[in-house]
């Protein structure tokens, strides 16, 4: 298994030093999916536009990139 990291930007970045194992770059993503929709669903209506869930291989190379503001106007229609 490798390891992927999920970092979060936007007005601030939050960096993940942990990451988690996934079987697969797929596996992550999907990970990934599940965790921006539930910040986009649970996330302040009044939060600044631009906050983005980066998806990270082990050498850093990013794989994904989840933008949670236009996850949240899609939920919103």
């Known amino acids: 298994m490798a ?3 999920f970092h979060l930007t936007g007005t601030f970045s ?8 996934f079987p697969t770059p797929e596996a ?4 990934a999916k599940l965790s921006s929709r ?9 939060e600044p536009i631009g906050w983005v869930l980066r998806v ?4 850093g190379s ?3 990139s989840l933008p949670i503001s236009d996850l949240r106007n ?4």
């Not at 939050?14 to 194992?21: I, L, Q, R």
């Not at 990270?56 to 050498?59: G, L, Q």
């Open 28 to 31: 992550a993503v999907a990970a």
């Open 14 to 21: 939050a960096a993940d030093t942990e990451g988690e194992n």
């Open 38 to 46: 539930d910040m986009a669903e649970n996330g302040d209506a009044s």
């Open 3 to 5: 390891r992927y990291f």
């Open 56 to 59: 990270a291989d082990e050498s």
């Open 74 to 77: 899609a939920l919103a229609s």
């Open 62 to 64: 990013e794989i994904a």
